[in-house]
């Protein structure tokens, strides 16, 4: 199993929907999460931390589920220029005493058309 | 503006040709980083340094190259022993080794003829 897996997608949907996937992580002592946007042939961008509160900014909601390991992103109101793939990272503790291991899910394309 | 240098944006070259990837930031970060990304792949990591005159491999370490001499910069070599080195090479940093924010620069693109 993969320790951090998303749907790759695409997902297309209509300006001003509501989009929303997830990703699951299978090491349940991983400790920070983030969303990521990249661009079509572009770096990766931080888009927001994913806190245990949940975190919003804006048109975008992020939540963490713990008991079943995954985290999710909310887009609202979606605009034209969400059009991007978006990344989820996972940080990993070591097994030892050593820095922890961030880890990149493969991304979830997402298309918002006219 | 603090950022990440990434160059060249585009690179082509010949099989066998060593490649080196300039990667400078002024963060003030201590730790750098090199990824590959591969077409409709993620992010897979190359080396790693936390600090100057260290670093380490990733996960995908053979055939490549990198040296920490100054804070600010970690080059990469991709060597002619890459079996498969045409790829889009991305630099990152962030302010200590293991954190999830990550601040990557423009990124290279790299074609073997």
């Known amino acids: 199993r993969k320790e951090v897996e998303q749907d790759p997608g695409p997902f297309n949907v209509p300006e001003g929907a509501t989009v929303a996937f997830n990703c699951t992580y299978s090491?349940?002592?991983?400790?920070?999460f983030f969303w990521y946007r990249q661009d079509c042939r572009k770096e990766p961008k931080l888009l927001m931390s994913?806190?245990?509160s949940g975190n919003e900014d804006g048109r975008f909601t992020a939540q963490l589920n713990r008991a079943s390991q995954y985290i999710s992103l909310l887009i609202r109101d979606s605009k034209l220029s969400d059009s991007a793939t978006y990344l989820c990272?996972?940080?990993?503790?070591?097994?030892?005493?050593?820095?922890?291991?961030?880890?990149f899910g493969s991304g979830t394309r997402l298309s918002i058309r006219p | 503006d603090g950022g990440i240098t990434q160059s060249p944006k585009y690179l082509f070259r010949k099989e066998g040709q060593n490649v080196t990837l300039s990667c400078e930031q002024n963060?003030?970060?201590?730790?750098m980083y090199w990824y590959r990304q591969d077409p409709g792949q993620g992010l897979r990591l190359i080396y790693y340094?936390?600090?100057?005159?260290?670093?380490q491999k990733g996960d995908i370490a053979e055939g490549y190259s990198v040296s920490r001499e100054k804070k600010e910069s970690f080059p990469l070599t991709v060597t002619s022993a890459q079996k498969n080195p045409t790829a889009f090479y991305l630099c990152?940093?962030?302010?200590?080794?293991?954190?999830?924010?990550?601040?990557f620069g423009e990124g290279s693109r790299l074609t073997v003829l």
């Open positions: 990152a940093s962030s302010m200590l080794l293991g954190s999830g924010e990550l601040f």
């Open positions: 090491n349940s002592a991983s400790q920070s």
């Open positions: 994913v806190y245990s």
């Open positions: 990272v996972v940080n990993i503790p070591p097994p030892r005493s050593s820095a922890s291991k961030i880890i």
């Open positions: 963060l003030n970060h201590d730790a």
């Open positions: 340094s936390q600090i100057v005159n260290d670093f």
